[in-house]
């Protein structure tokens, strides 16, 4: 028999599978035998196994508070996202995990939360925006900003167009990157409209995730508004196969970026290799 | 201590491998490897090192660990292990080091089962180096070639027999098992064995010296280096091949992949290499380490900086089969001798 | 020879200093007596670089394999060549993977480099400092003293058959013509030829069970010139990852197909072989096969003649699917 064989995932289902966008779509899964796979923090991820195709990583996008199940917003981009796009409701797959720090929820308590996100990007961001709004006693004031290229291509729209902004003391500012018709709301690339709307640095923390670049516009422009590396928080990607910091493939300097991230503030990026 | 016969060894052989797999240096076609042993092998106590170091048996270049079969939508997932107890015999212990090293990896928390239920289930029997490599460099890690800390049992070659020690539980338990083979070693046999230690290791140190093999303020100095133009100067000529990392006893990435037929398979790990184009090649099409120069930095880094951050140790033992082995000579030893050089020159 | 090494200093930093080329590509000394290496010299005057360009007998690296990276980030770059970096060098070209006219070929004349294993077999590498070449001789260099010995009993198989030790091409010769002498290389073929299919099978199961798929074989190469080749892409994976026998066998069968009739015999994937798999040999029986089926055909002698198996005629009187 195995013996903590870290690396033998447990059977669970996909109990339904929503389209999103024209490559995105959301997956709840849940055991065989009901509830979630997995206890986790927000900004954690899991390995989902689709034998014989293989194995991939992404962040669990529901938040801990959601007990029954786990969900995941998967965008196509390679042979296992492919696939999982082809299945339906029902189907098993395996799921271990949760790996990674998770967002530094003690770090978060009683500051004013500015989230930015872009694409799919909005994922890993998600799982804590709801695990806050569960607990909205703990938090200050919550601003998202969201945007993707079109509206389309915009995720979770009953939360991000619904429940988010009627949730108390939130704001969520959307954009797309292109006019579009019928969309009357604000066009513009995300990092812009973030320095338009403006945020004051004090006692708020900025939670990014996107496209690398446009990381890297957010990075700049929260310097400009007087963020320091400390108060801004962001999760990275890269290829990983184990999930547990030793099969050396999300090396980044002495950090793994499955077990030590992928959550990093960016004081800490700095003191790390820019390979990501 | 103990002492065995050299002609003796075939029935030391025969009665290892009748109670576990018995792992020894084998040659074939002029490669000496390690090898479940089988009558009628050759096998070779004298090679220094063999071309694959002895990780593989802690940690196999592919191991599959999980069996499953999709029937419509149900998915059946079993674990899949190959158990049984085994004896390395003839790890030197530059090799015994470097699985040290792996240990520091994968048995720091969370706990690798897969490779702690090897290292449990082995004995490793190391035998001592008489005459080292002109590759070798194992003192500049504070390694000594005639002895291993790690092996459960420390074998010297004395010409016409070995000199045995038993050092852990498992050592002596082996040794209890094979006493019929062995005597009592007289004292100035144990004498005369440590001597030749203390000669042998002397003898390495001051040739790594000379070399300029020496390690000490290196991981301190590549703490600023990673936009340093010493890595232009390596990159160029490497061919961007795996022999290194396959090649190295400390070397330990690796991949998982699924392999089946119609909906049935299995899943393993295997030996990956940082050295390869498509390591970090995301499925986005991203890839954080693009050319060979960046492959490069990461390996020697990861050796000589990186892990030394995480374990305070060099994931180095100096067994020179990159010395020996890179095709252009892109080694570790002269990244050693250039990056020392860096920090006498800024002196 | 060390004349030969003095001139390829003084060319190099002349043609680096007038701007001829923006590299130079040549060998250097490592710190141990096998060690000669692949050495790359830029800037104006290769920043006084030149002076550390060697030729001894262990320049054995391939260089013309380096312009498939080299080449695109330059102007014109400068390569010394030997018999066998010649053949690389055209079949590039004829490959279409490089440009005659920005590379300036400095030709130099072989006479065989040394196997450093058959050194150590011969129980002559303890204590070596240098092994230098003295004519037909061997100096092999000491603390104690010197020693020599005949050349002939250390170099490379694949210099002992070599039938070009003179570069076919070169924009400028070094040294006077190396004595051309080769063995028959085809004798390990013969040999193989004589053993039934299953002997044969089990010879090759045996090579092949030894790969750690370390790839050096295919890197090494100048004629695996594909700017991807099908091993590397991820997806969708063609060869497993699993170091089991069929999936060597599939990569190693590939990899020599792939070459067949653009292999040079340049015998640089069985140097650079970890594991000893004669992969020359392998390379040498569709050499051999080429030449009886096809005519004799040398591959990267002239890079105009036109290839056995890339040419289509439609006068072909061979049926496409004919076995």
């Not at chain 3, 092994?131 to 198989?157: C, I, N, P, T």
């Not at chain 3, 699993?242 to 070459?259: D, K």
């Not at chain 3, 653009?262 to 004669?278: F, K, S, W």
Request: glycine content about 8%; proline content about 6%; charged content about 25%.
């Amino acid at each position: 028999m195995a013996q903590n064989n870290l690396l033998l995932p447990q059977v669970a289902v996909v109990e339904e599978i929503s389209t999103e966008t024209s490559d995105i779509k959301t997956f709840k899964v849940a055991s065989q035998g009901g509830g979630s796979p997995l206890e986790f923090l927000p900004g954690q991820c899991a390995m989902l196994s689709l034998p014989p195709v293989g194995e991939a990583i992404f962040s669990i996008t529901s938040s801990p508070t959601e007990k029954d199940y786990l969900e995941f917003s998967i965008k196509k981009t390679g042979s296992v996202t492919n696939f999982l796009h082809e299945i339906e409701e029902g189907y098993q797959l395996g799921v271990r995990g949760p790996y990674g720090n998770g967002f530094p929820l003690e770090m978060l308590k009683g500051k004013d939360l500015l989230f930015i996100g872009g694409g799919i990007g909005l994922a890993p961001l998600r799982s804590l925006i709801n695990y806050c709004l569960a607990n909205r006693g703990d938090y200050g004031q919550v601003d998202i900003v969201y945007g993707a290229r079109t509206p389309d291509d915009l995720v979770q729209r009953a939360e991000i167009f619904d429940n988010w902004p009627r949730a108390s003391n939130t704001n969520v500012y959307l954009t797309v990157d292109v006019e579009w018709e019928g969309w009357d709301g604000h066009v513009g690339f995300v990092p812009q409209y973030m320095e338009e709307i403006g945020f004051a640095p004090e006692n708020r923390i900025a939670v990014t995730c996107g496209p690398p670049i446009m990381i890297k516009f957010v990075l700049e422009g929260l310097e400009r508004m007087g963020f320091k590396p400390e108060q801004v928080i962001t999760t990275l990607e890269l290829k990983m196969k184990c999930g547990v910091g030793k099969c050396g493939r999300c090396n980044l300097g002495d950090r793994y970026v499955c077990k030590d991230g992928p959550v990093f503030t960016y004081a800490e990026l700095l003191n790390l290799p820019p390979e990501y | 201590m103990k002492k065995i016969v050299k002609d003796k060894l075939p029935s030391l052989w025969e009665q290892l491998s009748s109670q576990a797999t018995l792992f020894l240096p084998v040659e074939q076609d002029g490669v000496v490897n390690f090898a479940p042993w089988e009558e009628g092998d050759s096998v070779n106590l004298e090679a220094l090192n063999t071309v694959v170091p002895p990780k593989n048996v802690v940690f196999p270049q592919t191991e599959t660990y999980m069996r499953f079969k999709v029937e419509n939508d149900k998915l059946h997932i079993e674990p899949f292990e190959q158990n049984g107890p085994y004896v390395l015999f003839g790890a030197r212990p530059c090799d015994v080091a470097g699985i040290t090293l792996l240990d520091k990896v994968f048995l720091q928390e969370p706990e690798d089962g897969l490779y702690s239920r090897r290292r449990r289930e082995g004995t490793v029997i190391s035998v001592a180096c008489n005459e080292p490599d002109a590759a070798c460099f194992c003192t500049s890690f504070e390694l000594e070639p005639g002895m291993a800390p790690g092996a459960d049992i420390m074998v010297w070659d004395m010409g016409d027999y070995l000199l045995w020690k038993a050092q852990s539980e498992k050592g002596e338990k082996l040794t209890g098992s094979v006493e019929n083979l062995l005597q009592e070693a007289a004292e100035e046999e144990q004498k005369a064995a440590m001597e030749l230690k203390e000669r042998v290791t002397a003898k390495e140190a001051a040739a790594a010296q000379e070399m300029g093999w020496d390690p000490s303020g290196v991981k301190e100095t590549l703490k600023d280096m990673f936009d340093s133009d010493i890595w232009e100067q390596f990159f160029r000529r490497c061919l961007g091949c795996g022999i290194c990392t396959y090649i190295c006893p400390t070397c330990h990435c690796f991949d998982i992949q699924d392999y089946s037929k119609d909906q049935e398979g299995g899943r393993f790990r295997c030996w990956d290499s940082c050295m390869f184009a498509d390591f970090t090649l995301m499925g986005s099409g991203e890839n954080p380490r693009p050319t060979r120069k960046e492959r490069v930095r990461q390996r020697f880094m990861h050796k000589l900086c990186y892990y030394p951050s995480n374990f305070g140790l060099y994931a180095c033992v100096g067994c020179g089969r990159c010395v020996r082995k890179c095709p252009v000579n892109l080694d570790i030893a002269q990244v050693i001798k250039e990056v020392g050089g860096v920090k006498s020159g800024s002196e | 020879m060390k004349q030969l090494a003095e001139i390829m200093k003084d060319i190099a930093a002349q043609s680096l200093s007038r701007g001829e080329v923006d590299l130079v590509i040549g060998w250097q000394k490592g710190p141990l007596w096998w060690q000669s290496y692949p050495a790359f010299i830029e800037g104006n005057e290769g920043n006084g670089e030149t002076g550390s360009l060697t030729w001894d007998s262990f320049c054995v690296p391939n260089l013309s394999r380096y312009l498939l990276e080299e080449l695109p980030e330059r102007k014109k770059v400068a390569l010394f060549v030997k018999g066998c970096d010649a053949l690389g060098f055209n079949q590039i070209l004829q490959d279409k993977r490089a440009e005659r006219e920005k590379v300036v070929l400095y030709g130099i004349p072989c006479t065989g480099l040394v196997d450093p294993d058959k050194v150590e077999s011969a129980g002559l590498g303890r204590g070596l400092l240098e092994v230098k070449r003295d004519g037909d001789e061997l100096v092999f260099v000491y603390d104690s003293g010197e020693q020599k010995a005949q050349a002939r009993d250390f170099l490379y198989d694949k210099c002992l058959t070599c039938r070009y030790p003179n570069p076919v091409v070169y924009d400028q010769m070094l040294g006077e013509a190396a004595p051309v002498q080769p063995e028959e290389r085809f004798e390990s073929v013969q040999e193989l030829e004589k053993m039934d299919a299953d002997e044969r099978f089990a010879y090759w199961a045996r090579q092949f069970s030894r790969c750690i798929r370390c790839f050096a074989c295919r890197n090494a190469c100048p004629a695996c010139s594909c700017r991807e080749c099908i091993f590397d892409i991820p997806e969708p994976r063609w060869l497993g990852k699993a170091n089991e026998l069929s999936e060597t066998q599939f990569y190693q069968i590939i990899r020599a197909y792939h070459v067949a009739g653009r292999c040079v015999d340049c015998g640089e994937c069985t140097r650079v072989c970890p594991v000893n798999i004669p992969l020359q040999e392998l390379n040498r029986k569709f050499i051999k096969d080429i030449n009886e089926l096809y005519g004799e055909y040398d591959a990267g002698v002239d890079p105009e003649q036109e290839a056995p198996l890339v040419t289509y005629k439609t006068d072909d009187p061979a049926a496409f699917t004919e076995s």
